[in-house]
């Protein structure tokens, strides 16, 4: 055993004390869809054997060189993958794992002088990959997947699969496999499923680019077919060889872009950097090399796991104030000193009344992005900073001026609990948490609340092929005011700095009204914007009833008026909500004036909370081109916030009539600030990711919709997030 | 050019999107408010408690900032916190992943009174999603030698050292107290292999 110092007093280093807030921050670049995402170290001795990355193929997904194997990513994760294949083929590639065995893939891939004419192909596609058995390591059970690949784009890397793979020891795995399209292309033979039905002998085609984006149903499994193998071997533990034997004759590019296919054998390595980044070069059928470099993150992880923030107040005994100097509060020292204490703890005190041994108190949390920890912070003061002769704290949760939660917890039990064992649990447990709605409003003086800050702001769009990301960046001017009485003004100005939105030379051949594919002319105005600027009404009609009432300018092409009543009971997994908006089409000008286009569009919304993070959305209703239908919004939210999400629309316009796409469709990532920097934050980053944005299936953007108002407070009542209360 | 000018924007998206510390740290500072609970500076006699941490080549010196049922609480200068019983880590607040809350059963007492024994010990720490996650090992308190330690700038004392090692299915902890008349003077304890060893020494 290590003998250990006995002298704490002189350290090793020789170093002066110093203080712990200078633990380094771990913020390396990640450069991915516009959002920075700090990259992961991982500790390699903590990395347990379901948590290590599988190696991943030049498409991104768990694989060997160019084929897939049957392993999944670690629950949860992102792996992003840039690939460069000889000098005409790049891709980028995001694949996450959306539950343990199902993994989504969006992949983006560049292929020069891909057509006859000497164009380039820039092409969006989507896998999505079904893990049907796990290895049993212990036993001969391999494990088993199935694959869709680029399943609804044009169809360029369309293949589908079934591979099982194993591991040999501790340093050797293979797979072997069936592939069709892509993967059947090779040493091929007649499509074993056709002994079920002659139709799994004919694939279908790819019929143009009006075909993009629909689900190939009549590829799935059809045509001939052919195996792969693969094998890894890991020399050390950051050293990677593989070998693979490839069902893909690589037709299309050898037909179209003097592509020479050699052999069907792969060689590759791979090196893993201490970073978890892993880069890897192949050879590939005997004719050209491949690099790839691939990044993980995994959402569950964030920068500074517990926050940066430093340690909260202490519950402590109260003050020795008789509860009759607390009487008359307004302009007393207490009551300043109150707002005071709490403001330093990033709550704003909005009231407080006092009945029996009971402090009734308003608040509105600025600044923690968990509502448990916003409560478990507000106590702590109160305990602090109240009469010792008040022994229950009725927090109750305000946001805009809308009642929310009212959290009721004693004197005795948060004594009790601040250094118990499972003092999270209990304090949830014991805390009596109602639907602030119906309840008495303690602000007794509602003051008026004015704020002006200056910020900046980027806007980006994707998958142009003149230009795959373009972006603008420039300062806002937000402003706010609440009057008081569930009243709430907002507005931004916008001037862009820098940028080349403008640059977009595309002009809309879309045959729907242009409500949202003439961005490009919205892009051309070069001087400050109205970004929003709207009044709105918040206020609690019933119990588990929110309600929300909206006039002006909403967001960049439209303004009106809107109205919205959201049910969402706490003790339910559902929520319901209708919207209504009469709106009018916002000129390309950014000012105040409209065109000649309103429509009166509205969903009405079921919220369904799936548990252990999933949820779903089902929007119905009239869109902003006036087609009607429905959307589907899946979404996976972890606990610290950070949410992944996909959706698809659709609508009463044909396919054909939407134009290329077919449909609407996009993958949604939002994730607290604090999330990247450690710091206590509400404030979010996110991006929401379209192969392409036509006119069908076009929702309102509109701030401050109900659901995401409340659903914290929601989640909080159900006690999610309470590992914090003590933070 | 048009690759230069989409490099500048790239750029430019990034450090607004928070990717370096600096700048993220610059932007929160400047628009996420104050950082809550700076805390007051330490009252005239108070406890002191020196704490290193040797995997981040860090080191603090610590003032009681007061307690309640056998608890101590002790702060930095920046406030970062560490609550001890009887001489045990039982929480941190600021501190990597962050000991929520530990029950470390009769450890203390063995240890105190330099008996051998197995037994059980609980840590909760925040596990990235804002839930806790519970630790709980198998531990075996073994006494050893009399140890001569430095307990101040000239001061050194003969106190016994008591060996704890904690085994669990994810992995092993080891922790070394030296102990005088029932007391905990000093020791080393691990809860988060993250984190690493936290060395206490509790000032005379």
């Known amino acids: 055993m290590r003998r250990l110092p006995a002298d704490l007093l002189s350290g090793h280093d020789g170093k002066a004390p110093r203080s712990f807030r200078a633990l380094p921050a771990l913020f390396p670049l990640m450069a991915a869809f516009g959002l920075a995402l700090p990259a992961q170290a991982r500790d390699a001795g903590q990395e347990s054997g379901d948590r290590r990355m599988p190696g991943l193929s030049s498409y991104g997904v768990p694989g060997h060189i160019d084929m897939p194997s049957a392993w999944a990513l670690p629950d949860g994760t992102f792996a992003f993958t840039l690939n460069q294949f000889g000098p005409d083929v790049r891709r980028a590639t995001m694949a996450f794992q959306i539950s343990p065995r199902i993994t989504g893939v969006f992949r983006y891939s560049y292929l020069s002088n891909y057509f006859s004419n000497g164009g380039s192909l820039y092409d969006r596609s989507f896998d999505l990959r079904y893990q049907i058995l796990t290895e049993n390591p212990n036993g001969w059970r391999p494990a088993l997947s199935v694959g869709l690949q680029d399943f609804g784009g044009t169809g360029i890397f369309s293949a589908e699969y079934l591979v099982a793979s194993k591991h040999f020891g501790e340093s050797v795995s293979a797979s072997a496999g069936i592939g069709w399209g892509r993967f059947g292309s090779y040493g091929s033979f007649r499509n074993p499923l056709s002994v079920l039905s002659d139709r799994f002998d004919t694939r279908g085609g790819f019929t143009g680019i009006a075909d993009t984006g629909r689900v190939g149903f009549d590829r799935f499994f059809r045509g001939d077919a052919a195996l792969f193998l693969g094998v890894d071997w890991q020399v050390t533990p950051k050293l990677q060889l593989s070998f693979e034997y490839s069902s893909d004759a690589m037709e299309q590019e050898t037909s179209r872009m003097g592509y020479r296919h050699r052999s069907p054998v792969n060689l590759g390595i791979e090196y893993r950097f201490d970073n978890g980044g892993v880069l890897g070069l192949a050879v590939l059928h005997g004719s050209e090399a491949s690099l790839s470099y691939t990044l993980s993150l995994d959402p569950a992880r964030p920068s500074a796991p517990s926050g940066r923030e430093t340690a909260p107040p202490a519950i402590s005994r109260g003050t020795t104030a008789s509860l009759a100097s607390w009487g008359d509060l307004s302009g007393s020292g207490q009551r300043a000193r109150l707002e005071e204490a709490l403001s330093a703890q990033g709550i704003r005190f909005e009231g407080l009344s006092l009945n029996g041994e009971t402090a009734i108190v308003a608040i509105s949390n600025q600044q923690w992005g968990n509502t448990a920890q916003a409560w478990g912070r507000t106590a702590r003061v109160l305990s602090a900073e109240l009469p010792q002769d008040i022994t229950r704290f009725r927090i109750r949760s305000y946001d805009r001026g809308m009642a929310l939660k009212d959290v009721t917890l004693s004197r005795a039990d948060l004594e009790e609990l601040e250094f118990a064992p499972d003092g999270a649990w209990q304090a949830f447990v014991r805390a009596d948490i109602r639907d602030a709605g119906a309840l008495p409003d303690p602000r007794l003086d509602l003051e008026n609340l004015a704020s002006l800050r200056l910020l900046p702001y980027t806007e980006t769009a994707f998958f142009d092929p003149d230009n795959p990301l373009r972006m603008d960046f420039g300062a806002e001017l937000q402003g706010e005011w609440m009057p008081g009485g569930g009243l709430y003004f907002s507005g931004a100005i916008r001037q862009k700095l820098v940028g080349n939105l403008d640059t977009s030379t595309r002009i809309s051949d879309s045959i729907q009204q242009h409500v949202r594919s003439d961005a490009a002319l919205y892009a051309k105005n070069d001087g400050p914007w109205l970004a929003w600027a709207t009044a709105e009404w918040f206020a609690r009609p019933g119990p588990d009833l929110y309600s929300r009432v909206s006039a002006g300018i909403f967001e960049k092409m439209f303004g009106g008026v809107s109205g919205e009543i959201l049910w969402a009971p706490a003790d339910r997994p559902y929520a319901l909500g209708v919207e209504l908006n009469y709106v009018a089409q916002r000129d390309y000008d950014g000012a105040l004036g409209f065109l000649d286009y309103d429509v009166l569009t509205g969903h009405a919304s079921l919220y369904y909370d799936f548990g252990r993070g999933y949820h779903a959305q089902v929007d119905a209703g009239r869109y902003l081109a006036g087609d009607t239908g429905s959307t589907l919004t899946l979404t996976r939210r972890f606990g610290n916030g950070f949410e992944v999400g996909a959706f698809f629309t659709l609508t009463d316009i044909s396919f054909d009539d939407f134009g290329e796409g077919s449909f609407d469709k996009g993958i949604t990532i939002s994730l607290p600030l604090s999330w990247i920097t450690g710091q206590p934050t509400r404030q979010r980053v996110g991006q929401v990711i379209r192969p392409i944005q036509r006119d069908g299936g076009a929702r309102l953007s509109i701030r401050n919709r109900l659901y995401g108002l409340t659903h914290d407070g929601t989640g909080a009542a159900q006690g999610i997030g309470w590992g914090r209360f003590w933070r | ?204």
């Open chain 2, 1 to 204: 050019m048009r690759r230069k000018t989409t490099l500048c924007l790239l750029c430019a998206g990034l450090l607004l999107a928070g990717c370096t510390g600096r700048v993220a740290q610059e932007m929160v500072d400047r628009y996420g408010g104050s950082v809550p609970g700076e805390a007051a500076a330490p009252p005239e006699g108070a406890a002191r408690l020196i704490v290193r941490l040797p995997k981040a080549g860090q080191a603090a010196l610590l003032h009681e900032a007061g307690g309640r049922d056998g608890v101590r609480r002790w702060q930095a200068s920046d406030n970062v916190q560490i609550y001890t019983r009887d001489g045990l880590i039982i929480g941190t607040r600021g501190l990597g992943h962050d000991l929520m809350s530990s029950d470390p059963g009769a450890a203390a007492a063995l240890i105190a009174a330099g008996r051998s024994g197995q037994l059980p010990r609980i840590y909760r720490l925040l596990d990235g999603e804002d839930r806790l996650e519970i630790r709980s090992y198998i531990c075996d308190i073994l006494p050893a030698n009399s140890e001569k330690i430095r307990i101040g700038e000239n001061e050194w004392t003969m106190a016994l050292r008591v060996n704890e090692t904690c085994h669990s299915p994810r992995g092993a902890l080891s922790a070394t107290h030296w102990v005088k008349d029932g007391r905990i003077l000093q020791s080393i304890q691990t809860f988060d292999p993250a984190l690493g060893p936290v060395d206490i020494l509790f000032m005379p």
